[in-house]
């Protein structure tokens, strides 16, 4: 892995290493510890999977916690997989080398997308209200989810982050698969990756003992709403 990737080598290619997310959140504090200066930074969970462990992080290190609203644009039959992504603020990445293997039409895409801005849209209203997006100009920003498989998704909200101006972006994630912590480690100045693991199969969910997905009614209620 590349110097800029920071990980437990004693995870390595372990399952269920994790209680759940919040004591995943724990591990990642102590990770990111000695590298960040609680004053100046700021962490964004990708909601939901990712707030819970930006919430633990946060009360372990004492640094701001914010949301960062991206969401996979999904295939027109199956809702689990996708072929790229939709940030806050418009900001769009598509899968290339997806698109290139699937039978979609320009419209179909086109479509995806826009289905996937409305929800975003929608998700940015419900989980901030009126709450403007916090400035990011000068700080360091700690982009924070459950996992990455094939990162996409991380990947889009580091170019959103990136045009909101952030000083520095930092990836924090308790599991990843290693081609998607390599490809984050090329677009971040830093990933903290607690569990790398390797092979054709990868599933997030297999590093947590105690795996659920996260209600939208949960989610208001760890933001506070």
Excluded at 51 to 56: I, S
Aim: one cysteine or more.
């Amino acid at each position: 892995m590349a110097s800029n990737i920071v990980t437990m080598p004693e995870l390595e290619n372990r399952s269920f290493v994790f209680r759940d997310r919040d004591h995943a959140g724990a591990v990642l504090a102590d990770m990111i510890r000695a590298d960040i200066d609680p004053y100046n930074s700021l962490l964004l969970a990708i909601p939901a999977g990712g707030a819970p462990v930006a919430l633990a992080m946060s009360r372990e290190l004492n640094i701001a916690f914010d949301i960062a609203v991206v969401s996979k644009i999904t295939l027109p039959w199956n809702t689990e997989a996708g072929y790229g992504a939709v940030a806050f603020d418009g900001t769009t990445r598509l899968n290339e080398a997806m698109l290139a293997r699937l039978n979609l039409t320009e419209a179909q895409v086109q479509e995806g997308i826009e289905k996937t801005k409305e929800k975003v849209n929608r998700r940015t209203r419900e989980l901030r209200g009126q709450q403007p997006m916090p400035r990011l100009s000068d700080k360091t920003a700690v982009l924070t989810d459950d996992g990455l498989a094939s990162g996409f998704t991380m990947f889009c909200a580091i170019d959103a982050v990136k045009n909101a101006g952030a000083k520095n972006i930092f990836v924090a994630v308790p599991t990843a698969h290693q081609q998607a912590a390599g490809a984050a480690g090329q677009k971040a100045m830093r990933v903290y990756c607690a569990n790398i693991r390797s092979g054709f199969s990868f599933a997030v969910a297999e590093a947590y003992e105690n795996w659920y997905d996260i209600t939208e009614q949960e989610l208001a209620g760890l933001l506070g709403k």
